[in-house]
C-alpha cells in the first residue's frame, strides 16, 4: 500500500462541484494522487466498468455502472480537448456505449484508444425511445446498465474508406434534391402563367432555356426562372464535382467495377451498395443481406393463425434501398433472367411488389457476384466496357471526342449480338420455370400465409410504389 502519482488515468478525474466523487469528468488537477491496494486495483483491472453516454451537440451526459450498480457522474463538454482528457481518465478495461448520432463516430474514435471497447448503437436497439420517461440522465444510465448486462450489439463500424464514400453519396444526393427543387420551381411558374407544355424534351437544355428566355412573362416571374436557372448551374457544377470524386474512387474498387458488369446498374448504384453494406462476408447468406438492407418482408404470426406477411421492413440504410430501386427500374429493362423475373412477379401481385422483389433479387446478386469473386455471367461486355470508359471519363481522363476510332459499326454490332445473347438466356429462364413450376407440387397460396395469398395484383400502397420501397 502506497501513494502512486498518476497522469489522469486511474481513478477519472474529479467533478469540480464533488471533489471527492470517485468518478468524474470535469478535469481539476492533471495529476493525482490516490492510496490503494493491489487487489483492488486488480479487481478493476480484470472487470472493468460499464460507461454510458448520452451525446448532444454541447456535452454528453455520462453514467458508470459497476459492481451492480448506476450512477450518473455528470457531464463533459462535446469538444476534442476535453474528450481527450475524460479518455484519459478511464481504465483501459472500461466499456464505453453510446447511440448513433451525428457526432458519435467522432466520438467514437476519440475514445476507443483508451479503453477497451467502444460500442456505438441503434437507438432501435435499446428501447429507449419507448420509455415512459426520458431524460438525458436516464438514457446514460440505461445504455450504462445494459452495456453491464452484455444486452447491446454493435451497428457496423465503417473503415475511412467508406466513411468518406458515404458522406459523397450523402452530399451527392442533397445537391440532386435542390437541383430538383429549383426545377420544380421553374415549372411551377409555367403552370401559374398557364403557359402549356415546353415544346421540347429537356426544358433545361439549350432548346429549352432559348425556349424560356423567349416567353413573355411579368418581371417577377422573369426574375424568378433567371435565378433559378443560375442556381441550376451552380448546382450542376458542384454535382460534378462530387461525382468526379466518386468515379475515381469507383476505378480503384474492384467490388464497384464487377457490379457494374450487371446490364442497368451504373456507378451510383453499386457505390450505394457497398458503402451502405462494407464488407460483404460479414453476412453469411443473401437473406441476412436483404434483412440488413430493409428488403424483407414483415412477417406476424400468433397462436394457431397462420404467419402473414405484410410491407418491407426497411430497415437499414434508405438510401441503398433507393439505389437498388433505381437500379432495379434499369436492370428489368434490359434483356435477361432478371427481366423475366419481373416479369413474372408483375403478372402476379403487379408492378410495385413486382420492382420491389427485383430489387431484392438484384442483392442478392451482388451478394453471389462479391463472396465468389465472379462479373455476372450474363452481362453484355461491351456495355460493360462503355460503362467504365464513361467512369473513366468523369473521374478526368481525357475523351476521344472528334478522334476517328473507326470502330463504330463494328461495336454497334456486337451490341446486337449481345442483346440477342442476353434474350436466349431470358428464353431458357423462363423455361427453367415453367419446367420448375410444373414438377412442383400443388399448393394455395403463393406466402408465408397458405390459402391466403392473393393471385391478383395487389392494391394499396405497394401497388403505388414508384422509386422506393
Partial sequence: MGFEPEHARWPPLRLARVSRELVSVVVVSPLLLRE??????????????????????????????????????GRVDTTPERLELFGASLHPQDRVALEVSGSAWEVARILERHVARVVVVSPADTGIRQARAKTDRLDARTLARLMAAGELDAVFSPDEGCR???????????????????????????????V?????????????????AELDLPLEESETIDACLRHIEFLDSEIATVERQIASEALRSAEIRRLMSVPGVNVICAASFMAAVGEIRRFQNPRALTGYLGLDPRVYQSGSAPATGGHISKQGSASARWALVEGAW???????????????IRARRGHGIAIVASARKLACLFW??????????????????????LLEIRAGAPTLKGTP?????????????????AEQAEASYQQTVRD??????????????????????????????????
Avoid at 368 to 381: I, N, S
Avoid at 451 to 469: D, I, L, M, N
Wanted: proline share 5%.
Fill in 196 to 212: 402549356g407544355r415546353p415544346p421540347v424534351s429537356d426544358l433545361f437544355g439549350v432548346k429549352g432555356r432559348r425556349w424560356l
Fill in 164 to 194: 468518406v464514400m458515404r458522406r459523397r453519396l450523402s452530399r451527392r444526393e442533397q445537391l440532386v434534391r435542390a437541383r430538383s427543387r429549383a426545377k420544380n420551381e421553374i415549372h411551377a411558374v409555367l403552370v401559374r402563367r398557364l
Fill in 368 to 389: 453471389f457476384l462479391l463472396t465468389r469473386g465472379e462479373d455476372y455471367a450474363h452481362q453484355q461486355p461491351s456495355l460493360t466496357a462503355k460503362k467504365l470508359r
Fill in 330 to 344: 434499369s436492370v428489368v429493362r434490359q434483356p435477361g433472367p432478371l427481366h423475366a423475373f419481373y416479369a413474372r
Fill in 436 to 469: 420448375w413450376q410444373a414438377a412442383a407440387p400443388k399448393k394455395v397460396g403463393a406466402s408465408v400465409t397458405p390459402g391466403r395469398a392473393s393471385q391478383k395484383p395487389s392494391k394499396g400502397k405497394v401497388t403505388r410504389q414508384t422509386t422506393s420501397p
Fill in 36 to 73: 490503494f491496494n493491489n487487489q483492488e486495483e486488480d479487481e478493476v483491472r480484470s472487470v472493468g466498468r460499464s460507461i454510458g453516454l448520452d451525446v448532444h451537440r454541447d456535452f454528453c451526459e455520462v453514467a458508470i455502472a459497476q459492481d451492480g450498480e448506476v450512477r450518473s457522474s
Fill in 405 to 421: 476510332t473507326g470502330v463504330w459499326a463494328t461495336r454497334q454490332a456486337m451490341r446486337e449480338g449481345e442483346r440477342r445473347l
